[in-house]
């Protein structure tokens, strides 16, 4: 029996996704990078494979591990020309550079090209994509460009986004009868930026998975589950798991579950992120009591720190026993290596 897995509802993704088709009629990506946001590129490739209009991945490798022959964007704008020959009927590469555009000779490519409105990671500069585009078609005449795109980095800051999609719409204009697809929104942009109508794709990840959009009717797709692995009972005034940070204050049952660091739980202080960060997050959780741990829906109190693979826990006055299933709260991007997926509709 597994001491920690995963549970993925896959209804609850397909509800998600209806959710979205239900307030628009722009074509659906499945951002489907990282493995699927750690829930398995395949097993969800394969699920939305009849649902969905496209994906989206980050590199080479995860294209191939897409189940489905619809269009698969592969949003690094870089390549080697020993993958050349890897790349599908299907795959559609971005562009943001003439460097990589030179390696794509004698043979067809497709090509999204990606305008940088804000965000300084990738990105050719709204003021050269003219010319970029004027090259193609001049000098690459084995290349279709199937689309043009950018992304929004901040879509809670109205003022900045609003900038980036106006950036973004004059590049637009110039090609839009010549460019089949367009698209900027994420999740988020989704939500919030429902007057933007020169666009006709959008690119979702986090709402299909839920882990944002709660507020908005989506549901939360992936739980992580944990049986007991133990359980001890220590006398009173007695030090429980490392650094000795925690003392008991009476006899008390200690169970041990299955889940630490190294599936990314209550790692928080690995994290690195500025110190102003980590103490509003801190101040945050502290406020909210929010637990990592819960049986039947009630909050488990966590004993001393976690260790790399295990958590002690307070079992007094709990109900316990072999079968008893814990609810555990891990980002699954973080989890997803080593931990056992089972997926439900
Ligand atoms: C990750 C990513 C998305 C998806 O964003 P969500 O917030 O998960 O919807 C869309 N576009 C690009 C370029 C991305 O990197």
Redesign the pocket.
């Known amino acids: 029996m597994e001491k920690l897995w995963c549970e993925i509802d896959l209804k609850s993704m397909e509800d998600n996704l209806e959710l979205i088709r239900k307030n628009t009629s722009k074509r659906v990506l499945a951002?489907v990078?990282c493995n699927a946001y750690g829930l398995g590129i395949e097993e969800i490739t394969s699920f939305l494979d009849k649902k969905v209009d496209g994906f989206?991945v980050s590199d080479l490798d995860e294209a191939e591990k897409v189940c489905s022959s619809k269009p698969v964007l592969i949003?690094l704008p870089k390549i080697d020309y020993e993958d050349l020959h890897r790349i599908k009927d299907n795959f559609i590469l971005t562009i943001d550079n003439i460097e990589m555009l030179k390696k794509l000779k004698n043979r067809p490519y497709t090509v999204h090209i990606f305008v940088d409105s804000g965000m300084h990671r990738f990105g050719i500069r709204a003021q050269e994509l003219d010319e970029m585009i004027r090259k193609i078609k001049g000098d690459y005449t084995n290349i279709t460009i199937d689309g043009i795109y950018t992304?929004l980095n901040h879509p809670r800051d109205s003022k900045y986004t609003r900038k980036q999609i106006q950036t973004f719409r004059q590049c637009v204009e110039k090609h839009v009868n010549q460019i089949p697809c367009i698209h900027l929104l994420?999740?988020?942009g989704y939500l919030k930026y429902k007057d933007v109508d020169f666009d006709n794709h959008i690119?979702?990840?986090?709402?299909l998975y839920g882990?944002c959009g709660t507020r908005h009717g989506f549901k939360k797709v992936f739980s992580y589950k944990a049986r007991l692995v133990s359980r001890t009972k220590v006398g009173k005034n007695k030090y429980v798991g490392y650094g000795n940070r925690y003392k008991t204050k009476k006899e008390t049952y200690v169970g041990v579950v299955g889940v630490g660091y190294i599936h990314g739980f209550n790692s928080t202080r690995n994290v690195k992120s500025g110190l102003l960060h980590n103490l509003v997050r801190y101040i945050h959780q502290a406020i909210k009591r929010e637990a990592l741990i819960y049986l039947d829906g009630k909050p488990v109190d966590m004993l001393g720190g976690s260790s790399m693979n295990f958590t002690q826990i307070d079992l007094d006055g709990l109900e316990v026993d072999q079968d008893s299933i814990f609810d555990i709260k891990l980002s699954s991007i973080l989890a997803d290596g080593m931990i056992p997926k089972e997926y439900k509709y």
């Open positions: 951002v990078k989206v949003l992304h994420n999740s988020r690119r979702i990840g986090n709402l882990y």
